[in-house]
């Protein structure tokens, strides 16, 4: 039962276009949601994240938007650069029985090319 | 500057034999974290520790086991190693208790391959 869903495992865009991730989650008792990229050989960074209780967070080209009804999160990056190539993970937080965990998409490799 | 390091890189191992994969944070953390990454599997959690003494089971949890003398380390041991555990390993760790709002950090991984 994958709770937190990343339908398109890669995704290529050019120098200076918008790139979209998209990320679909089943358990409405997620609270706080987070991307996360990983370049090869090394492990994920921590990149942007959103409280259920927004629905957009932005930090420079990288905006995150919330749509709470439809259980849907997306990812912008704008421009796109060649070094935003990487894998991209949504994450899930959930709280359950005292304990908090993070629940992982399979990730979207994006390919940005110049 | 503070990091979170893992050790071996890689390693190949036999069917049936123990492996401990180490993990070293130096931002005196308190939460640590093990996952494995999969091809179609994205990262899953496997055991997790909110500070010395306490640990707990993930999503995934069976085969292996950890173990927090201290803050800053917490060791991934895989009692009977087996070919489904063929993975790369991350371990990660955060200031507090809130997941949410407190950026996990992530070690650069270990690739293991049982034989």
């Known amino acids: 039962d994958q709770q937190v869903k990343q339908n398109s495992p890669s995704l290529s865009v050019q120098e200076g276009r918008i790139s979209i991730l998209n990320c679909d989650y089943t358990?409405?008792?997620?609270?706080?949601f987070l991307w996360y990229k990983k370049y090869p050989a090394e492990g994920p960074t921590f990149l942007i994240s959103i409280s259920s209780i927004k629905d957009k967070n932005e930090d420079g080209r990288f905006t995150v938007f919330l749509n709470k009804s439809a259980k849907h999160l997306s990812l912008h990056i704008v421009p796109s650069q060649p070094g935003d190539s990487a894998v991209y993970f949504c994450a899930a937080r959930t709280r359950q029985g005292g304990s908090e965990k993070l629940v992982f998409g399979k990730g979207t490799k994006l390919t940005v090319n110049p | 500057d503070a990091e979170i390091t893992q050790s071996p890189r890689h390693k190949i191992t036999e069917t049936g034999r123990q492996v401990t994969l180490a993990c070293h944070q130096t931002w005196n953390h308190n939460n640590m974290f093990w996952y494995r990454q999969d091809l179609g599997h994205g990262l899953r959690l496997i055991h997790y520790s909110y500070g010395v003494q306490d640990t707990n089971k993930g999503e995934v949890s069976d085969g292996y086991s950890v173990s927090r003398s201290n803050t800053e380390d917490l060791p991934l041991t895989l009692e009977s190693a087996a070919s489904s555990q063929t993975s790369v390993y991350f371990c990660a760790s955060s200031e507090s208790r809130g997941l949410g709002t407190d950026t996990q950090y992530f070690g650069p991984g270990t690739r293991l391959t049982v034989l």
């Open positions: 358990n409405s008792m997620f609270d706080y």
